[in-house]
Nanobody
Framework: QVQLVESGGGLVQAGGSLRLSCAASGRIFSINDMAWYRQSPGKQRELVASITSFGSTNYEDSVKGRFTISRDNAKNTVYLQMNSLKPEDTAVYYC????????????????WGQGTQVTVSS
């Protein structure tokens, strides 16, 4: 089994910064893509940023220039540095990883973290 554990959420004023972390552990052979999604009340979960195992990144338009995704492959950890936060960034942020489990047939499996709340006050 594989677990994703997120940390770093909280309450911050508009214009402030937060850094989210997500560590994957368990029976991991390798991790392909990692990403951060978010979901606010009444809205669908949306992709915020993603990063491949080679470090290629992709961002949702509203966070470009403010958020930075990075990963440490040796630690199986993905980060999301969030700067210049806005009230509309308020949401539950979920970590995602496409994992090839150890001792498996090599088929990737999608895993999700439990979510961490980010609240930005105006």
């Amino acid at each position: 089994q594989v677990q994703l554990v997120e940390s770093g959420g909280g309450l911050v004023q508009a214009g402030g910064s937060l850094r989210l972390s997500c560590a994957a552990s368990g029976r991991i052979f390798s991790i392909n893509d990692m990403a951060w999604y978010r979901q606010s009340p009444g809205k669908q979960r949306e992709l915020v940023a993603s990063i491949t195992s080679f470090g290629s990144t992709n961002y949702e338009d509203s966070v470009k220039g403010r958020f930075t995704i990075s990963r440490d492959n040796a630690k199986n950890t993905v980060y999301l540095q969030m700067n210049s936060l806005k009230p509309e960034d308020t949401a539950v942020y979920y970590c995602y990883a496409k994992v090839i489990p150890r001792n498996s047939d090599g088929v990737p499996v999608n895993y999700w973290g439990q979510g961490t709340q980010v609240t930005v006050s105006s």
